[in-house]
C-alpha cells in the first residue's frame, strides 16, 4: 500500500514535469496532425498532373482523337520537336510524343504509322503512367475501327538521357529509402548532440571557451557530414551490388552528390535543434521536419503524385533537389558540369541553413 | 372520303417522300445521307448514340450483303446457307462500326461533293472531308435500289473496305473454317458482345 502510494507521487511528479514542457506537448499533437495532412495531400495528385508534351506532326483527326484521349488522363501540351525534346533533357516531362505526319491517312487505310517516345527512363513511373494510357488510347481508337485487331499503331521508344531505356523499381527507390535513413540520422544525432551538450554541463564550458560559435557548430556538424556521406555512400553501395544499382559513370560527380546533398540535410538540422528547445521537443519537431521533406521530395513515391501546389512548394525542399541530383548521376549518367547547378544550389542552401541556424540555436541557461 | 380529303391525303404522302424523290442521282442521295451524318457527329450527345443514330441512318445507304459477299469471293463456298445468313448479319455490324468509327474520328467533318461518274454499271460519288491541314477523299460505289441507291463499296483514299475485308477474311479463311470465324465475330459483334464505351473517340 506504501509502495503504490508512492507510486502515484512518482506518476504525479512525472505528468507535472511533461506538462511543463508545453511546446513539446504542443508538438506531440499538431506535428503529427500536420504531417498526416501532408502525407494526405501528396497522395491527392494522379496521371493528370503528368506532362506529356506532344509534337503532332500529323495534324489529322486521328492524332486528334488520340491527344484527345491523351487529355483525359494526362497533361498535354502540344510543343514543337525541339521544345519537347528540351522538356524531357531537363527532367521536367518523362517522355515526349512524336506523332509522325501522314499518321491520320496511314491509320485510315489500314497502313500501320511508327509513333516516337523519347523517353527519359529515370522517371520510371511517370513512363508507364504515359505507356498505360497509350495502350488505353491505342485500344480506344483500335478496337472497333480494326476489327481484327491489326496493329496500326506502332510504339518506338527512345531514351534521351542515356543508353538504357529502363531500370527497375528498386534502382529508383534505393536512392530514395537511403536519402530519408541519412536524413533522419543526420536530424537526430545533430539535434540531440547540441542538446546533449546541455545535460553534460558542457554548454557552458564552449560558451566562454575563447572559439568563435560558428567553429564550434562547424567543427561539430563536419564530423556528422562525414558520418552521413559514408552512410549514404555505403547504402548506395549496398544498392549497388545488391541490386545491381547504377552509381553513374563518374565517380567524381557521384562524390561531390553525396557531399552536396549530406551538407545540405546536415546544416538544415541545425535548424531544427534551433527550434526544438528541449530533448522532449526533438522527436516531433525531427519526425515532421524528416515527414514531409521525405514525402514532398519524392524519396517515397513519385513527385508527379503530389498536387501541383505542392510539387513548387517542394522546390524549396532539398530533398526534392537531392533526389534529382542523385538520378542525374546515378541513373541520367551525367557528370559534373551537368549536374553542377543542382550541387551549387545544395552546397549554397546548406551554407544557408547554416547561417540561420547558427543565428537560431541557443542553449538553455543551466 | 371527298375529293378535298383525297386531296389533301396525296399532298400529304407527296411531302413526306419527297427527299426520297428528289433524291434522284446518286450524288444528291450521298449527299442527302452524309449531311445527315454530319448533323448526328456535330451533336453533343455520347458515343453511343451517335453510333445508333448513324447504324440507323446508314441502315438504307450501305448494301452491306453485297460487300459481305463479295468480301468473301470464293470462301462463301464454305459456309452454309444458314452460316452465311448469320454472318451476313454480323458483317453488317462490323462493316457499319468500322465505316462509323472512320467517320467518328473527324470530329466536325466537312465533306465536299466532287461529282458522279458512271462505271462498269455502278455509279461512283467522289466526295471529300475536308480537315484545316489535309482532304480525304471517300469514294462511294453506287447501285440503284428502287427509290434511292446503295453504296457496294467505300473507298477511303486507296483503300477499297470490301477489298480491306476480303484480305482479311481470306487470311482468317485459309487458316480457319468458317465457324471459327462465324465465333470470333459473335464474340465482338453477337448479341452480348461488349458495347464501346462514351469516350471512344
Known amino acids: ?366 | 372520303m371527298t375529293d378535298m380529303r383525297r386531296l389533301l391525303l396525296l399532298c400529304s404522302l407527296w411531302l413526306a417522300l419527297a427527299p426520297a424523290a428528289f433524291a434522284a442521282t446518286a450524288l444528291d442521295y450521298t449527299r442527302n445521307i452524309l449531311e445527315k451524318a454530319r448533323a448526328i457527329v456535330n451533336t453533343d450527345q455520347d458515343h453511343n448514340k451517335k453510333l445508333a443514330d448513324l447504324q440507323a441512318l446508314l441502315k438504307d445507304f450501305l448494301d452491306t450483303d453485297q460487300m459481305g459477299r463479295d468480301a468473301l469471293a470464293d470462301h462463301a463456298k464454305q459456309f452454309s446457307p444458314a452460316q452465311m445468313t448469320e454472318f451476313l448479319g454480323l458483317f453488317r455490324t462490323l462493316f457499319q462500326r468500322t465505316y462509323l468509327q472512320k467517320l467518328l474520328f473527324f470530329e466536325k467533318p466537312v465533306f465536299d461533293y466532287v461529282g458522279e461518274t458512271p462505271v462498269d454499271g455502278f455509279t461512283r460519288v467522289d466526295t471529300t472531308i475536308d480537315t484545316p491541314r489535309d482532304q480525304f477523299s471517300v469514294t462511294y460505289r453506287m447501285r440503284p435500289a428502287g427509290d434511292h441507291w446503295l453504296a457496294t463499296d467505300i473507298q477511303v483514299e486507296d483503300l477499297s473496305l470490301t477489298n480491306n475485308f476480303r484480305q482479311q477474311l481470306d487470311r482468317l479463311l485459309s487458316k480457319g473454317s468458317a465457324e471459327t470465324l462465324l465465333d470470333s465475330m459473335r464474340r465482338k459483334y453477337g448479341k452480348g458482345a461488349a458495347e464501346p464505351k462514351d469516350d471512344e473517340p
Not at chain 1, 25 to 30: N, Q, R
Not at chain 1, 43 to 51: F, K
Not at chain 1, 120 to 136: F, H, N, T, Y
Open chain 1, 1 to 366: 500500500m506504501n509502495n503504490l502510494r508512492k507510486l502515484l507521487w512518482v506518476f504525479r511528479k512525472d505528468l507535472r514535469l511533461i506538462a511543463r514542457d508545453r511546446a513539446a506537448l504542443a508538438f506531440m499533437v499538431i506535428v503529427p496532425i500536420i504531417v498526416i495532412l501532408v502525407v494526405a495531400e501528396t497522395q491527392g495528385g494522379g496521371s493528370e498532373n503528368i506532362l506529356l508534351p506532344v509534337v503532332n506532326e500529323d495534324q489529322g483527326p486521328v492524332a486528334n482523337a488520340l491527344i484527345k484521349v491523351f487529355r483525359e488522363h494526362l497533361d498535354v501540351k502540344e510543343v514543337d520537336r525541339a521544345t519537347g525534346e528540351n522538356l524531357v533533357r531537363r527532367s521536367e516531362a518523362a517522355a515526349v510524343m512524336v506523332l509522325p505526319g501522314e499518321m491520320s491517312k496511314r491509320y485510315l487505310t489500314n497502313r500501320p504509322s511508327t509513333i516516337e517516345l523519347l523517353t527519359d527512363p529515370a522517371q520510371g513511373r511517370e513512363l508507364s503512367a504515359i505507356k498505360a494510357v497509350m495502350l488505353l488510347a491505342d485500344r480506344d481508337a483500335a478496337s472497333l475501327g480494326d476489327p481484327f485487331h491489326e496493329e496500326l499503331l506502332d510504339m518506338k521508344e527512345r531514351s534521351l538521357v542515356g543508353d538504357r531505356l529502363k531500370f527497375s523499381s528498386l534502382e529508383q527507390n534505393v536512392p530514395g529509402f537511403a536519402v530519408t535513413f541519412v536524413l533522419l540520422s543526420l536530424v537526430f544525432s545533430v539535434a540531440f548532440g547540441l542538446r546533449d551538450e546541455e545535460a553534460w554541463g558542457t554548454s557552458g564550458r564552449i560558451a566562454i571557451a575563447p572559439v568563435a560559435p560558428w567553429a564550434v557548430l562547424g567543427g561539430k556538424l563536419l564530423a556528422r557530414l562525414v558520418m552521413g556521406a559514408l552512410q549514404l555512400t555505403l547504402l548506395l553501395l549496398f544498392g549497388h551490388f545488391m541490386y545491381k544499382l547504377s552509381l553513374g559513370h563518374s565517380v567524381l560527380a557521384f562524390t561531390l552528390t553525396v557531399l552536396a546533398v549530406v551538407s545540405s540535410m546536415a546544416c538544415f538540422s541545425v535548424i531544427v535543434a534551433a527550434v526544438a528547445r528541449t530533448r522532449e521537443q526533438i522527436i516531433p519537431v525531427g519526425l515532421s521536419a524528416m515527414f514531409i521533406l521525405a514525402s514532398i521530395g519524392g524519396c517515397w513515391w513519385p513527385f508527379f503524385e503530389q498536387p501541383r501546389w505542392m510539387q513548387t512548394v517542394a522546390q524549396a525542399a532539398m530533398t526534392t533537389w537531392s533526389m534529382s541530383a542523385l538520378h542525374d548521376v546515378m541513373l541520367r549518367q551525367r557528370g559534373v558540369l551537368e549536374v553542377g547547378p543542382k550541387l551549387l544550389f545544395l552546397f549554397a542552401y546548406a551554407a544557408v541553413c547554416f547561417a540561420i541556424g547558427q543565428r537560431l540555436f541557443r542553449y538553455a541557461e543551466s
